[in-house]
């Protein structure tokens, strides 16, 4: 298990990637029923693609934040770095890559 201060720096750098990730979704627009373009636009296929484009991102941002928001739970509960399969410890290397991760090498 990482020491207090490793944790604290993993803390850190959770809540600062979801400061960021609520960011990006906000610029995206993700809290609007529908992106906004410019519906005269002559190439209706491109603005179509685009709009897709848009959502899978939304998606994965939002995945992500969904990611962030229950690594900071499990800091909360004191169940941070514990593999949500096995219960064991994840490496601390790991952790450092990813801090949001929720499984150990094992079962990743």
């Given amino acids: ?35 906004s373009f410019d519906e005269n636009f002559a190439d209706s296929g491109q603005v179509a693609a685009e709009q897709g484009e848009n959502r899978m991102l939304v998606a994965s941002l939002s995945d992500q934040l969904r990611d962030v928001d229950r690594a900071l739970a499990k800091f909360d509960q004191g169940e941070y770095g514990k593999c949500e399969t096995c219960g064991k410890e994840i490496a601390e290397a790991r952790l450092e890559a990813m801090p949001a991760a929720r499984h150990c090498i094992d079962h990743a």
């Fill in 1 to 35: 298990m990482p020491g207090q201060t490793a944790l604290a720096t993993l803390r850190a750098q959770l809540e600062d990637e979801r400061a960021s990730l609520r960011q990006q979704l906000t610029d995206l627009g993700a809290g609007d029923t529908a992106l």
